[in-house]
C-alpha cells in the first residue's frame, strides 16, 4: 500500500504537466452529426472508411451501413443481415442470451476486391461470412449483400463479447480471433485464397495465452516483398513463470506474409510466428514501476519510409486500485532490435524464463524465406532443427520499450479511461505536429498535440480540446479520420458520429487568442482564427505551435498606444505603506481570462501563489479587477505577478515591484521640507530599470492611500505634481497594463 502511495505522487507530477482544462460541450454545438442508431440495432463497432467512395461503411448487430463522409446523418443506407430463425433458436438452447448474443454482430469488414468488400458475423454463435459489393465507383450507388454464406469460422468470434482484428491482403485474410464456441481456442488464421488454411499452434499457451487481438498491419522490412511481415497488437495473460500472479502483458507479434507452414512439423501452422511484450510504463520514486498493461488500441502513424511507421498504442492499468491509461509512442527499428534479439528460453516449468544462450540453428527463425538469401524458397524447406525451435521459442526475452522511455500521456485522476486512437499529421507554420484524438469510455473525445519542448526527447502534450461526442456516456468503440474530409468518425455501442477535426472559431476573434490555442490547424487570418493552410502567404498568417507565444506574432497588431517599441516585460514599482491598504490593478482584455496572483520575495525566492500560501495574516481579495491588500506589511514588498489563464495557458499580464516603507521612514521623508532633499531619496527609491533622472517615484506616491498622516501625504504630492503633469502619468500607467509578456507558464491544476 505504501507503494502504491508514492506511485500516486509520482503521478501528480505528470499530471500537473499534462491537464489543461479546455471543455468543450460539442454537444451543444452544431458541428456534431449524430447518427442515434436503429432501434433494433446496437454494437456499432466494425469501421471501414473508403475516402474514394466518400462511404463509411459500419458493421454493427443484424445490419451493415454505408454512411455519406460528408454528413453521416443526411446519407446512409442499411441492409438487414440477422442470424436465421433457427439459428437464433440453436443459440438459445446451446444457453445464450437470445437478445444480447444471438444475433449476427458483424466483426470483419474488408476490402476484398475492386467492386467487393469481404463480411464476417458472430451469425448467432455460427460465424458467418459474405461478399458486399460498394461497386467500383462512387456514382455506382451499389450496396447489396450477396446471398451466398461462408463458413465464418477462423474469421469472426462465436461470442459477440470478443473481438477479430483482421486484414485482406492479396485475397488472403488474416485474423487473430477466437474459433471455437466456448470462446478458448483463440488464433492468429490465415484463410481464403489459393493456400491451405494456417494457423498458430494450438493448445500452446507459450504461442498465445488467452488473447484480445487489438489490431493487425502489414508492414515491409525491406524493398524486397519477400520479407514483407504481418504484425498483431494483442494483450493476453502472461506466460507461466513469467510473472509473479496473474498479469496481463501487451504484445505485438510478428510473421511472414509468405509463411506456409512447415514440412513434418508445424504444418499448416505458422513456421515465424515470434511475439514481444510492448512495455508502456511511469517510473516510480521507489525504483517500482507502474505499468500500464492492457493494450486497447493501436495506431499506425506512418513516415516518409514505409518501413517505419511511428506505433501510437492506448493502455490502461489492470490494477482495481485506481484507474489509468497512457499513450506510448514505438519505433519499428526499436521493435526489430527485440525480434533479432534472445529468444525467451526456459529449461522446465520449474525454471524462470532466461534469455536463449545457446547455438540459434540458421535461418534464424522469424527470418522470412527468401530466395534471394538463404536458398530457402518456402517455409516448408527449413531445416527440421529450425521449425522445432520456433516451436519451442515463440517469444522474445527483451521487451520493447516506448521512444524516449516513458509515456507521451498519462492520466490518472479521471473517472475515464482511454479506450481508441487515431493520429492526424497536420503541416503548421513551425512544422509538423501529430495531433492525436483519444476516445474514452465515457464517450468523449480529447484532442492533443504533443509540442517538442526544447528536443524531440522532451515532448509536452497540450490538450486542445475535450468533447463530448454521444448524448450518453458510452464508450468509444471505432474512430476513423478521413484527411480528405477533415472529419472524424466514432462509433459506440448506441451510434455513430462525426465531427470535424478542427474548430478555430471557438477559440475566439483576437489574434492572440488564435495563438494561444496553439491548435496547428488553426491560423489568425488577419480578421479571425481560421484554418491553416501550408501553402497561404506566410505574411497573413499567425501561428506559434511550439511557443503559443502570441507576442512575436501578434504585438505588431497590438493599439498604437500600447506599442512602445520593446517588447520586454516594464517593471512598474509601486510604493505602499506599512499597515495602509493597497490595491494593485490587473484587468485582462479578455472576458475568458481568469486572474492568478503570483508574489516572489526576492530574485532568488520561489514564486507563491497569492492567497494560498503568503499573507495568511490579511484578508487579501483578488476581484477581477485586481489583488487588494488591506494591510501592508513590510514583508509584502516583492515583486507581483498578474498571470491571466486562458485556454490553458498563463502569460504574465502585469509585473509590479511594490515597496513597503515603513512609517518612521516614511514621516522621515515627509518632513524634509526643502526639495533637494527629497531629490536626493528619490535615487534611493527609484527602481534601478530606471534612469535616475526620471523620478518615477513621485507619482508612485499616489498609492500611499488610508496612510494615518494621509494629508500631509497629500500636501506633499501636490507640490511634486505641480512640475510633473498628471497626464503623464496615467499614460505610463495605461502601457503597464494589458502588457503581454513571453512569460508564458502552464496553469497549474488548481486555477
Ligand atoms: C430494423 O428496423 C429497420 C427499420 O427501422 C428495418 O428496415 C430493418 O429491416 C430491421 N432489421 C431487422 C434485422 O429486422
Ligand atoms: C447533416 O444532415 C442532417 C439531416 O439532413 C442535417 O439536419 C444537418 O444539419 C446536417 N449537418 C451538417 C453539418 O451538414
Ligand atoms: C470480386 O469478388 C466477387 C466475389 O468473389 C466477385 O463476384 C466479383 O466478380 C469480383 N469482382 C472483381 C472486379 O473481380
Ligand atoms: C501596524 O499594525 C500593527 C498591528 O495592528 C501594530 O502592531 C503596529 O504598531 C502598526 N505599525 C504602525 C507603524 O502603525
Redesign the pocket.
Known amino acids: 500500500f505504501l507503494s502504491f502511495l508514492s506511485i500516486t505522487v509520482e503521478f501528480l507530477f505528470y499530471i500537473n504537466h499534462c491537464d489543461i482544462f479546455v471543455l468543450t460541450e460539442m454537444l451543444e454545438s452544431n458541428n456534431l452529426v449524430t447518427f442515434e442508431g436503429l432501434s433494433n440495432s446496437s454494437s456499432y463497432h466494425t469501421f471501414l472508411m473508403d475516402e474514394e467512395k466518400g462511404r463509411l461503411v459500419v458493421g454493427a448487430k443484424d445490419h451493415v451501413f454505408s454512411f455519406s463522409l460528408v454528413n453521416i446523418s443526411h446519407d446512409f443506407t442499411q441492409i438487414p443481415w440477422p442470424a436465421s430463425p433457427s439459428r437464433r433458436d440453436e443459440c438459445k438452447w446451446a444457453g445464450k442470451d437470445l437478445s444480447r448474443e444471438c444475433s449476427n454482430f458483424i466483426k470483419v469488414l474488408q476490402p476484398f476486391n475492386q467492386t467487393h468488400l469481404y463480411v464476417c458475423g458472430t451469425g448467432a454463435f455460427h460465424p458467418v461470412c459474405s461478399y458486399l459489393e460498394v461497386g467500383k465507383k462512387p456514382e455506382d450507388n451499389v450496396f447489396r449483400l450477396e446471398p451466398h454464406v461462408e463458413n465464418g469460422r477462423g474469421k469472426s468470434p462465436y461470442d459477440p463479447r470478443l473481438l477479430t482484428a483482421s486484414m485482406l491482403i492479396d485475397g488472403e485474410l488474416y485474423a487473430g480471433t477466437s474459433a471455437d464456441f466456448m470462446g478458448r481456442d483463440f488464433a492468429i488464421f490465415r484463410t481464403l485464397g489459393k493456400h491451405h488454411p494456417i494457423r498458430t499452434e494450438q493448445h500452446d499457451s507459450r504461442w498465445l495465452n488467452d488473447p484480445r487481438f487489438l489490431g493487425v498491419h502489414l508492414i515491409p522490412e525491406s524493398d524486397n516483398p519477400e520479407d514483407d511481415k504481418i504484425y498483431l497488437f494483442f494483450r493476453e495473460s502472461a506466460m507461466d513463470g513469467e510473472h509473479v500472479g496473474k498479469a496481463t502483458h501487451a504484445r505485438i507479434g510478428q510473421l511472414c506474409k509468405n509463411d506456409l507452414g512447415g514440412h513434418r512439423s508445424l504444418v499448416n501452422k505458422w513456421t515465424t510466428f515470434l511475439k514481444a511484450r510492448l512495455i508502456c510504463s511511469v517510473p516510480g520514486s521507489n525504483g517500482i514501476d507502474t505499468h500500464f498493461d492492457e493494450l486497447q488500441d493501436v495506431f499506425l502513424m506512418s513516415t516518409k519510409d514505409p518501413k517505419s511507421p511511428i506505433v501510437y498504442a492506448v493502455f490502461t492499468t489492470s490494477s482495481n486500485i485506481f484507474k489509468g491509461s497512457a499513450v506510448c509512442m514505438y519505433s519499428m527499428t526499436d521493435v526489430r532490435r527485440v525480434f533479432l534479439g534472445p529468444y525467451a528460453h526456459r529449461d522446465g516449468p520449474n525454471y524462470q524464463w532466461v534469455p536463449f544462450q545457446g547455438r540459434v540453428p540458421y535461418p534464424r527463425p522469424g527470418t522470412c524465406p527468401s530466395k534471394t538469401f538463404g536458398g530457402f524458397d518456402t517455409t516448408k524447406d527449413l531445416p527440421d532443427e529450425v521449425v522445432t525451435f520456433a516451436r519451442s521459442h515463440p517469444a522474445m526475452f527483451n521487451p520493447v520499450y516506448p521512444i524516449n522511455n516513458r509515456p507521451i500521456i498519462v492520466k490518472t485522476d479521471k473517472d475515464y479511461q482511454f479506450t481508441q486512437i487515431v493520429v492526424d499529421k497536420v503541416e503548421a507554420e513551425d512544422g509538423q505536429y501529430d495531433v492525436m484524438f483519444i476516445g474514452t469510455d465515457i464517450g468523449t473525445i480529447l484532442k492533443v498535440v504533443s509540442v517538442p519542448r526544447g528536443s524531440w526527447h522532451d515532448l509536452e502534450e497540450v490538450l486542445l480540446e475535450e468533447m463530448t461526442v454521444f448524448r450518453e456516456p458510452t464508450a468509444i468503440t471505432a474512430m476513423e479520420l478521413s484527411t480528405k474530409q477533415q472529419q472524424l468518425y466514432l462509433g459506440s455501442n448506441i451510434g455513430v458520429s462525426q465531427m470535424p477535426l478542427h474548430r478555430c472559431e471557438v477559440y475566439g476573434k483576437a489574434c492572440a487568442e488564435c495563438c494561444l490555442a496553439r491548435d496547428p490547424y488553426c491560423a489568425w487570418d488577419g480578421a479571425e482564427c481560421s484554418r491553416y493552410f501550408p501553402m497561404a502567404k506566410r505574411r497573413t498568417r499567425r501561428q506559434d505551435i511550439r511557443n503559443g507565444d502570441p507576442l512575436t506574432q501578434c504585438s505588431d497588431l497590438q493599439h498604437q498606444d500600447e506599442l512602445s517599441g520593446q517588447a520586454t516585460l516594464q517593471d512598474k514599482t509601486l510604493y505602499g505603506v ?2 495602509s491598504s493597497t490595491f494593485l490593478e490587473c484587468s485582462p482584455k479578455s472576458q475568458r481570462a481568469v486572474t492568478y496572483w503570483q508574489f516572489q520575495r526576492s530574485a532568488d525566492d520561489h514564486k507563491q501563489e497569492v492567497g494560498f500560501v503568503f499573507l495568511k495574516h490579511t484578508l487579501n481579495q483578488i476581484t477581477t479587477q485586481g489583488l487588494l491588500i488591506r494591510t501592508l506589511a513590510k514583508k509584502d514588498s516583492g515583486v507581483y505577478l498578474c498571470q491571466a489563464v486562458e485556454h490553458g495557458f498563463m502569460q504574465t499580464v502585469l509585473k509590479v515591484t511594490l515597496e513597503v516603507i ?2 518612521e521612514r516614511l514621516d522621515d521623508l515627509l518632513h524634509r521640507d526643502n526639495e533637494a532633499a527629497a531629490a536626493a531619496n528619490v535615487q534611493e527609491f527609484s527602481s534601478p530599470r530606471e534612469s535616475p533622472n526620471q523620478r518615477l517615484w513621485y507619482r508612485d506616491f499616489l498609492s500611499l492611500v488610508n496612510h494615518p498622516t494621509l494629508n500631509s501625504v497629500d500636501e506633499f504630492c501636490e507640490q511634486i505634481w505641480k512640475r510633473e503633469p498628471k497626464w503623464k502619468h496615467l499614460q505610463e500607467r495605461q502601457k503597464g497594463r494589458n502588457r503581454r509578456t513571453h512569460e508564458l507558464e502552464r496553469a497549474p491544476r488548481s486555477v
Do not use: G, I, R, S
Open positions: 506599512e499597515n515603513d512609517t
